[in-house]
């Protein structure tokens, strides 16, 4: 039988066998590779469609996992079949879209498809820095003459000894840093970190070691994809004409009265939109004046038009009928020259901010009446409300990720919600996006380091975000405002944590940039790079790295970082105005928490024959119990703080150690022929009163209802505890 060979390159990369592959799976896509680092294997198949009619680049990465890669099989009884990605899936997709975006024309407009899965997971390898690799490679053997690839990533992380390339999950787990780079070498298209308070000077060393470990990677693909035959794969690119963007480039003067008159939101900008509406109903006007050829040429040569520079840009009548795409995207390219000149020139910013000036900021705390915490902060246009919850053990977030090799809970959880109307916009309202589950994921990474311990503060939190304005960097505004939140709850966070988002103008042609600190809307869309910093006043907690061009230098990176840090401190000390320690106590309607250790050998007392003792407690405080069976960690809950206490002393009772000769009160529940039992200090610990003990002068005894009756309470002394716990008490001698 004909078996087809397959086109392979392997490198032993840091002690792992690293292999790419092509011809022999996903025949019928555009391209596809196989990727296999040790154990773990991810399959990246892309497919150029046709020609789109959407005015933007339809690229879509898909990254889907399978349970399977991981020996698993999907926890819920009913449901066997993956659903929806998980947040970690979404989180490992947006790495991949955001480490190859930027290589492209964004003015393709094919739609392009690129399906990552994940085949096989080892508990060594992670496989979402193999999926960039897969992708790049898939992508580059596709022949698109739009795609500036290949790009390759690799995770950093730190150990005792220092940095280290390509950790294992165990390595992880242990590591102060998880820093994900993606570039070629020489430029960083993407940058993703978590870190627990990390110097901007040990980021800058792991964005060098990065570039170092992407040189191989990068020239490993290289090698690979000039084993396989090139193709060529033709793609429609919409890219406006020089001559075009020059129109209103040379206007400049134009644009800039309207643009520079204040805060200039990305849509929705009132003077903006205006002017854009002026010149398109000017050259509606323009066109209604012709209706063939001729009529064209004659008003070309009519220099005295109004709309003269619409006749004498165009060639054609064919040409002069079709502008209004062409200048719509000739009007972005302008204004982005314009805007980037302007700053990188004349420092000069659309707003009147200084490069490093930050938005003016507001922050509030105690906003909400019946919250266990909340906080409004704003910068400039942008307006988040942030909002705790707090909860117990058992609310507490359980995951069934793929790369989850034993069952994880997460006790600290943040959401963020977009609606249209915080950009003045109506919209569809559905699950949380792609979108939303970054942010979410960035502001809880960026807080993570701080948090109290388990031990210290035993319950779990939530935080909301919700995104009332939108004039850029929610998410960091997210991040400030979650940080207020938890302080005005009474979390007893280590320190605080802010965050800012860093922009770039860059000039291609010479290298000359300038660094903006705090970009808002408009900056963000026309300018360079987004890189969001947050952390607390002593180093970073988490880093994103959205890039516009075809990479950024390590250079580059390291100025914004040193800024980022001036404009972070700025923005803690505005906080510090409005809240500067957490409260020394939690809301009046969170619930009231009582920590115990429970000894393992009386964890049975405590919960009884069949739960009988621990129900009890339950039934007569209205409180919540959770008991570690392994640990005897006992954690008490309740809304009131004196049943939550009047159960901890009953829990404590119950363990409490009594010896022969200890005096006791016990209140008697149960009589019986042979004698009285007794509830001893008020708990539900129980002690027996032998008939032949009742008696407080030894005397003897025929019926033990003449000595006692239910609810006494008398005084005992202990005479005996047996080996299963079980108490004998008397009353001879005791007053």
Excluded at 103 to 128: A, K, M
Excluded at 365 to 375: E, N, Y
């Amino acid at each position: 039988m004909f078996k087809q060979t397959p086109y392979t390159h392997s490198i032993d990369f840091h002690g792992q066998k690293l292999t790419l592959e092509t011809g022999l799976l996903a025949k019928q896509a555009t391209s596809s590779v196989l990727a296999t680092m040790g154990q773990t294997t991810v399959i990246a198949a892309v497919v150029v469609g046709q020609e789109s009619h959407a005015d933007y680049f339809p690229l879509q990465i898909i990254y889907e996992e399978r349970l399977y890669a991981a020996g698993k099989i999907k926890g819920s009884r009913f449901i066997k079949r993956e659903g929806r990605p998980s947040d970690a899936s979404v989180l490992a997709g947006r790495m991949v879209d955001r480490s190859l975006r930027s290589l492209f024309d964004p003015y393709i407009r094919n739609e392009i498809q690129v399906v990552i899965t994940i085949l096989s997971v080892d508990e060594i390898n992670s496989p979402d820095t193999l999926a960039v690799l897969a992708a790049s490679s898939a992508l580059s053997l596709c022949g698109i003459s739009g795609f500036a690839g290949p790009v390759s990533s690799v995770r950093i992380g730190q150990s005792e000894l220092g940095l280290i390339s390509s950790p294992s999950y165990v390595e992880q787990s242990m590591s102060d840093l998880d820093l994900v780079i993606s570039g070629d070498g020489v430029n960083i298209m993407m940058v993703e970190a978590g870190g627990n308070i990390i110097s901007e000077e040990i980021i800058g060393e792991g964005l060098e070691l990065a570039n170092t470990e992407l040189t191989v990677l990068n020239k490993f693909q290289n090698d690979f994809i000039n084993l396989v035959p090139a193709k060529k794969t033709e793609v429609v690119s919409f890219a406006p004409a020089q001559k075009y963007i020059d129109l209103f480039v040379k206007n400049r003067e134009y644009w800039e009265k309207a643009m520079y008159t204040g805060p200039i939101k990305m849509s929705g900008n009132e003077a903006y939109n205006t002017l854009i509406k002026t010149l398109f109903e000017d050259l509606k006007n323009a066109q209604a004046k012709t209706t063939n050829e001729q009529e064209f040429l004659k008003l070309k040569a009519d220099d005295s038009l109004y709309e003269k520079e619409y006749f004498q840009i165009a060639d054609t009548y064919t040409e002069f009928m079709g502008l209004k795409p062409h200048l719509e995207h000739a009007i972005y390219e302008a204004v982005t020259h314009i805007v980037r000149d302007n700053i990188i020139t004349n420092d000069k910013r659309l707003d009147g901010r200084k490069l490093d000036e930050t938005r003016t900021i507001t922050c509030q705390t105690d906003v909400l009446p019946h919250t266990h915490g909340s906080s409004l902060f704003n910068r400039g246009e942008t307006q988040v409300l942030n909002v705790l919850t707090l909860g117990t053990n058992r609310d507490a977030q359980t995951l069934d990720d793929m790369e989850d090799f034993e069952e994880q809970t997460k006790r600290y959880i943040h959401h963020y919600n977009f609606p249209a109307y915080s950009v003045g916009e109506t919209g569809r309202y559905f699950g949380p996006g792609r979108r939303e589950i970054g942010h979410g994921a960035l502001a809880e990474k960026a807080l993570l380091p701080v948090l109290p311990s388990e031990d210290d503060f035993p319950y779990t939190m939530r935080l909301v975000s919700e995104c009332l304005g939108s004039n850029g960097s929610t998410s960091m505004a997210s991040t400030c405002g979650s940080c207020l939140s938890l302080m005005a709850g009474g979390v007893p966070i280590k320190d605080m944590v802010a965050g800012v988002a860093m922009g770039l103008m860059l000039d291609v042609k010479t290298g000359n940039y300038k660094v903006v600190t705090d970009i808002q809307g408009f900056e963000d869309h026309h300018g360079d790079m987004d890189f969001k910093v947050t952390g607390t006043k002593d180093g970073i907690t988490a880093l994103q790295l959205d890039n516009k061009v075809a990479g950024l230098t390590v250079e580059v990176l390291k100025d914004a970082l040193t800024k980022g840090k001036v404009a972070r401190l700025h923005i803690l000390d505005i906080m510090k105005q409005e809240i500067a320690t957490p409260k020394t106590d939690i809301s009046q309607y969170a619930p009231r928490v009582a920590q115990i250790e429970v000894p393992f050998e009386k964890i049975g007392e405590v919960i009884g024959p069949s739960g009988k003792i621990i129900k009890g407690i339950i039934a007569k405080t209205g409180v919540q119990i959770e008991i570690d069976d392994l640990t005897g960690r006992t954690l008490i809950y309740g809304k009131e703080a004196e049943k939550v206490n009047e159960a901890k002393n009953i829990v404590l009772s119950l363990i409490k150690e009594y010896a022969p000769g200890d005096t006791v009160t016990g209140k008697v529940y149960r009589l019986e022929p042979f004698g009285a039992f007794v509830k001893i200090d008020g708990s539900e610990k129980e002690g027996l009163v032998h008939i032949s003990e009742s008696s407080a002068k030894g005397e003897r005894v025929k019926d033990i209802k003449d000595i006692f009756k239910l609810e006494d309470e008398v005084n005992l002394k202990i005479i005996a505890v047996n080996e299963r716990g079980q108490i004998s008490c008397t009353r001879k001698g005791v007053e």
